[in-house]
């Protein structure tokens, strides 16, 4: 009985921990004891990196088969620029261009994990219907509340992510009192308010670039173990931003090596998934990370 009883309470310990570390996304389960790899596909003429954009489902059936062989576990579709100074585009207008490729990709991979980006509680209905598994609401329900009660009479998985303003704006002299802080309060509210809507399966993203400057942005990815407080998987979208190429005096497309190495940060200090653009590259550092653990 005295060997039985650690034993017992070992097991309970692994299986508190396994579960600790697993998100529910409609009817998958994501282990996220080891950090994962969101790959980005946009179903749209003007995102800022032009790599990321496709302009037929035959292309993007092929970019998201390369994407999972390449070893992603999520793959985020997005019908809508968010870049800074978008124009914003009727829900109509976004659904109409990503009903098709959501059918045809939800049909194809039926075992990956399919993200939709949207703040429209309409378009997040209708794909929740079409079978999606998580809701990447770059807003975090400030410019639709009502996705809240959308993913809550779902089983998706919902991403909350801090923005400051709306795309057109956000670069407007963005100012905190601390940075870090405010984004802080701002997810714990966003939280509360998914809780009290049966949400649970939440993931959070402090949203590097939505209404920061780039000594904001790095100020938030030195300490983005702060967000650990939250309990929450950390999401970290680094992916070619102008933080980066700003700072290398490039541009998007010579951006990759500088993501490389935010990303091996972004890792040591928590991050959970990599939002991406080039998942072989960021499943590489995913690895070499787990080594000097």
């Known amino acids: 009985m005295q060997k039985v009883l650690p034993r017992l309470l070992i097991c309970s310990f692994n299986c508190l921990f396994l579960c600790m570390n697993v998100l529910k996304a409609n009817d998958k389960l994501l282990d996220l004891t080891t950090p994962k790899v969101m790959g980005i596909v946009n179903v749209t003429p003007d995102s800022f990196h032009r790599?990321?954009?496709?302009?037929?489902t035959d292309q993007g059936l092929s970019v998201i088969s390369k994407m999972i062989e390449d070893g992603a576990s999520i793959i985020d579709l997005g019908g809508?620029?968010?870049?800074?100074?978008?124009e914003r585009i009727s829900d109509t207008e976004e659904l109409k261009r990503m009903l098709p490729m959501v059918a045809l990709a939800r049909k194809e991979f039926p075992k990956v994990i399919i993200s939709i980006d949207t703040f429209y509680s309409t378009v997040a209905?209708?794909?929740?219907?079409?079978?999606?598994?998580?809701?990447?609401?770059?807003?975090?329900?400030?410019?639709d509340p009502a996705i809240f009660e959308v993913v809550g009479h779902s089983e998706v998985a919902y991403?909350?992510?801090?923005?400051l303003g709306t795309p057109m704006v956000m670069q407007d002299n963005p100012t905190y009192e601390n940075v870090v802080l405010d984004i802080l309060n701002f997810l714990t509210e966003k939280i509360n308010i998914c809780e009290k809507h049966g949400i649970y399966d939440v993931i959070v993203d402090p949203g590097f670039g939505f209404g920061k400057t780039?000594?904001?942005?790095?100020?938030?990815?030195?300490?983005?173990?702060?967000?650990?407080?939250?309990?929450?998987?950390?999401l970290a979208?680094?992916?070619?931003?102008s933080m980066i190429y700003k700072t290398l005096g490039s541009d998007s497309k010579q951006a990759l090596n500088g993501t490389t190495a935010l990303h091996m940060v972004?890792?040591?200090n928590g991050a959970k998934i990599l939002r991406v653009h080039d998942v072989?590259?960021?499943?590489?550092?995913i690895t070499l990370h787990q080594k000097v653990l």
Do not use: C
């Not at 809508?80 to 978008?86: E, H, K, L, N, T």
């Not at 780039?214 to 950390?234: A, G, R, T």
């Open 51 to 56: 790599g990321s954009r496709i302009e037929s």
């Open 80 to 86: 809508q620029s968010s870049r800074p100074r978008a």
């Open 125 to 143: 209905k209708a794909l929740i219907e079409e079978g999606i598994d998580m809701i990447n609401d770059i807003s975090a329900g400030s410019i």
């Open 159 to 163: 991403v909350l992510m801090h923005m």
């Open 214 to 234: 780039v000594d904001q942005n790095y100020e938030i990815l030195k300490k983005l173990s702060v967000f650990k407080i939250l309990d929450k998987p950390i």
């Open 237 to 241: 979208g680094l992916s070619r931003k």
């Open 266 to 268: 972004a890792l040591a």
């Open 280 to 285: 072989k590259e960021a499943k590489e550092t």
